[in-house]
C-alpha cells in the first residue's frame, strides 16, 4: 500500500468519520483523584484499510481523555503506569507547582511500571493546554501518548457542541497503514528535522467530519501533538478568526491573511460562524493545500448570539528596564551545523559528541547539566534572545512561564503575543521575555523531540 495523497483521500472518503475527543472518561478514585492509566493499546490510523498499530495509550484512547476543569480549580489525577518502560506526564503550558511539572528526573522520579504517581495541582489560567509523557518524549509521545487538558473560563461563553478540541497528529506509518515502529531512535531523525510522519490525524482519526451549524459561533480548540511536525494553516480560508495562541486569548478577534504556523506543542484558538451549509475543509498549507478534515455544516435551529470573547489571563507583564539578560544560541545538526562547534572544540570533541548522540547545544553546551543555564530571583524579569545558528527550524518551550514574544531579527513585532513555545527558523533570532515568577528548577528544551533528547535541553532556577 502506498501512502500517498491519492490513496489516502481514496480510502478516507470511502469511510470517513467524526472525530470527537473523549470527554470525563476518567475514573475517580475514592480519594477522589481522576485515574490515567498508560498502557499498550492498539488504533486503525490508515482508516479501515490499514492494519491496528500497536500504540501506547491513556486509558486506552486515542487520544488521552479530554481533562476539564475550571480556571483556578484543582487537577487530581492518580496515574499508573503499566507499561513497560519509566514514564511521566507534563502538563504543557500550565503554571504549575514545580512538583508537579512531571519531568523525569528533574522534579520528579519517572513513574516505574506498575508504580502511580498522585498529580495534584491547580489551574491559574484558563485556556487550551495538554499533557503528555516526558521521560523519553521522543519515543513516548509519538506513540500516542498525550491528551487535551481544557480549562475552562468561570462564565461559559460557548456551549459545550461549539466547542471543539482537535488534536492534530502526524504518524510515520509502513506501506501496510500500520506505526513504523522499527524507526523509532533513527540518528537521522534526530541530527536533521525531527521524526516527521507521513499521515496525520484529527482526534485519532483520518479525514473526519466536524459537525458545525449555521449562524452559531463556534470556538475551536488547535493542538498540535505530533512529535516534529510543523503544520502550516490559513484561518482565513475556512472562515476562521484567531483568538488565542498557547492558551493566552487575545483583546479582540485577528483576522489573519495568510499561513499561521502550528508548532509542535503549540496551540491555536478560532471563532468560527458559518453563513451556509456544506462542507469547509481544514488544509495544510504547506506545499500544495491539503485537506486532512472537514467541516460539515448543517442548518441551526434557533436564534443567532453575538460573539463574547474570553477574559484576558492576567500575567505578569517583564519589566524590560530591569531585566537579566541572557542569549540562546541553538547549534549542531546536519546540514554544515556541525562545523559551527568546531570554534570551541577539536574535530575529535565533535565526533565524540555525535557518538554519545548528542548533535545540539544551547551556548555550546550539549545537553543537561549539573548546573543551570541560569538563575534568577524570584519576580526577576529574564530576557532570552535566541539565535538559531542551524539549518532546521526549532520549536522552543518554556516550562512554568508563559513568555511574550518581542522581536524577531531585530524587528519589534506588532503583536507582541504570550507563549510558551516559539518557533525559530534557520539563522533567526528571537527575543522574548518573561517574569521568573514560578520558583523551582524549570526546563528550556525544543519540542522536536528528537532534537531535545539529542542535546538541545537545559534547565533554570528560580529562587
Known amino acids: 500500500m502506498k501512502l500517498d495523497r491519492r490513496s489516502f483521500l481514496k480510502t478516507t472518503l470511502a469511510s470517513c468519520a467524526t472525530a470527537a475527543v473523549p470527554q470525563l472518561a476518567l475514573a475517580k478514585s475514592s480519594e477522589g483523584f481522576l485515574e490515567l492509566k498508560a498502557a499498550n493499546g492498539k488504533a486503525h490510523l490508515y482508516g479501515d484499510k490499514g492494519g491496528a498499530s500497536d500504540l501506547w495509550l491513556y486509558n486506552n484512547r486515542l487520544p488521552g481523555p479530554e481533562i476539564r476543569v475550571k480556571q483556578g480549580e484543582k487537577v487530581r489525577v492518580r496515574f499508573i503506569n503499566e507499561l513497560d518502560e519509566p514514564t511521566s506526564i507534563h502538563w504543557h503550558g500550565i503554571r504549575i507547582d514545580n512538583t508537579m511539572d512531571g519531568v523525569a528526573g528533574l522534579t520528579q522520579p519517572a513513574v516505574k511500571p506498575g508504580d502511580s504517581f498522585d498529580y495534584d495541582f491547580v489551574v491559574p489560567d484558563a485556556g487550551t493546554y495538554w499533557y503528555h509523557a516526558h521521560n523519553m518524549s521522543w519515543n513516548q509521545v509519538p506513540r500516542g501518548l498525550s491528551g487535551p487538558l481544557i480549562v475552562d473560563e468561570h462564565k461559559q461563553l460557548f456551549p459545550p457542541e461549539t466547542d471543539i478540541t482537535l488534536v492534530l497528529s502526524d504518524w510515520r506509518l509502513d506501506e501496510d497503514g500500520v506505526l513504523d515502529t522499527a524507526s523509532f531512535g533513527a540518528m537521522h531523525d534526530f541530527f536533521h528535522a525531527g521524526r516527521l510522519g507521513n499521515w496525520l490525524t484529527v ?129 549542531g545538526g546536519a546540514m554544515g551545523g556541525m562545523r559551527s562547534l568546531l570554534e570551541d572544540r ?35 524579569t529574564v530576557v532570552l534572545e535566541s539565535r538559531n545558528d542551524t539549518s532546521f527550524a526549532h520549536a522552543m518551550h518554556v516550562h512554568g512561564h508563559h513568555f511574550r514574544v518581542l522581536a524577531r531579527d531585530g524587528e519589534t513585532l506588532e503583536h507582541q503575543d504570550w507563549r510558551d513555545t516559539f518557533t525559530t527558523d534557520p539563522r533567526e533570532t528571537v527575543k522574548i521575555a518573561f517574569v521568573a515568577d514560578n520558583p523551582g528548577k524549570w526546563l528550556i528544551h525544543c519540542h522536536m523531540l528528537g532534537h531535545a533528547a539529542s542535546g538541545m535541553m537545559t534547565w533554570f532556577e528560580v529562587s
Open 203 to 331: 482526534n485519532g482519526v483520518s479525514l473526519p467530519d466536524i459537525a458545525m451549524r449555521t449562524g452559531v459561533w463556534h470556538r475551536v480548540r488547535l493542538i498540535n501533538a505530533s512529535a516534529s511536525r510543523i503544520l502550516d494553516l490559513a484561518p482565513e480560508r475556512f472562515g476562521a478568526r484567531v483568538i488565542a495562541l498557547d492558551g493566552q486569548v487575545f483583546s479582540e478577534p485577528r483576522d489573519v491573511s495568510g499561513v499561521v504556523r502550528l508548532a509542535p506543542a503549540q496551540r491555536m484558538d478560532l471563532v468560527m460562524r458559518p453563513t451556509k451549509t456544506g462542507t469547509l475543509p481544514l488544509e495544510m498549507m504547506t506545499g500544495q493545500p491539503f485537506t486532512f478534515a472537514n467541516f460539515q455544516v448543517t442548518e441551526a435551529q434557533g436564534s443567532d448570539l453575538p460573539l463574547t470573547l474570553p477574559p484576558v489571563n492576567r500575567l505578569p507583564e517583564p519589566d524590560l528596564e530591569d531585566a537579566l539578560e541572557l542569549p540562546l544560541v541553538m547549534q
Open 346 to 380: 577539536t574535530e575529535e570533541d565533535v565526533r565524540s559528541m555525535m557518538q554519545d548522540g548528542q548533535f545540539w547545544t544551547f551556548n555550546g553546551i550539549p545537553g543537561m547539566q549539573d548546573q543551570p543555564m541560569f538563575s534568577a530571583r524570584r519576580g526577576e
